[in-house]
């Protein structure tokens, strides 16, 4: 089982990803990282891991569909089997979705950590959506990726409290810290499934 990773940003989700496939927690090869910009953070994490990276700039494409056929082409020469976003900041296209969709799975085989409760907060910015709207405890999501914005299928979800003296940068930095030990279990649970469902066919 061979993973894929899309990042746009700092690359702290693709750090927990990567080292919980080095110590096994995930049973599968980190195989290829592709970042839809230069300065994404991310790129440092794959350098650091040894992550082999692809820089796939959007601008360098005339539209979203030539964009996503560059990331298929990678999905493709690398024999990905599973895509894992974390901190990607676009939206897939049926195209990708399509492609990656796994009939026996009956979902794409693409996931997404998004840093909310997906039935209640859609968007970027989960944890100040949590702040300003007075939550006593939040939620982060690991769900499939379907062409909606965040409306896949929730895989696994964990509680964030919210503490009196939140401000945005100590929420999310708890959040975040949530997010790590989530993301690669739901990611192992998903590859069981996986793997259960080849052995039955
Ligand atoms: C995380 O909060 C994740 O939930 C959201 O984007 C952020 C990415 O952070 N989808 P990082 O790049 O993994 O540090």
């Not at 049973?27 to 970042?35: D, F, M, S, T």
């Not at 839809?36 to 082999?52: I, Q, T």
């Not at 494409?61 to 056929?69: F, G, K, S, T």
């Amino acid at each position: 089982m061979k993973l894929g990773f899309l990042a746009s940003g700092r690359g702290s989700n693709l750090e927990a990803l990567v080292r919980a496939c080095h110590d096994g927690r995930i049973q599968a090869e980190p195989g290829l990282l592709i970042v839809d910009h230069p300065e994404a953070g991310a790129l440092g994490v794959a350098e650091r891991l040894g992550l082999p990276y692809r820089v796939l700039p959007s601008r360098d494409y005339p539209d979203r569909a030539a964009h996503e056929r560059a990331i298929a082409a990678e999905v493709q020469r690398h024999g990905l089997d599973l895509l894992l976003l974390a901190g990607y900041r676009r939206l897939l296209s049926p195209f990708l979705v399509g492609l990656m969709f796994d009939a026996r799975l009956g979902q794409s085989r693409i996931l997404n950590i998004h840093p909310a409760d997906t039935r209640a907060y859609q968007g970027l910015h989960g944890y100040r959506w949590a702040l300003e709207s007075g939550l006593s405890q939040t939620a982060v999501t690991v769900h499939y990726v379907d062409e909606g914005m965040d409306t896949g299928a929730i895989v696994a979800q964990a509680v964030v409290p919210l503490e009196p003296d939140d401000d945005l940068e100590r929420l999310q930095r708890r959040g975040l810290a949530v997010e790590h030990a989530l993301y690669p279990r739901a990611v192992q649970q998903v590859i069981e499934e996986m793997q259960s469902l080849c052995a039955a066919f």
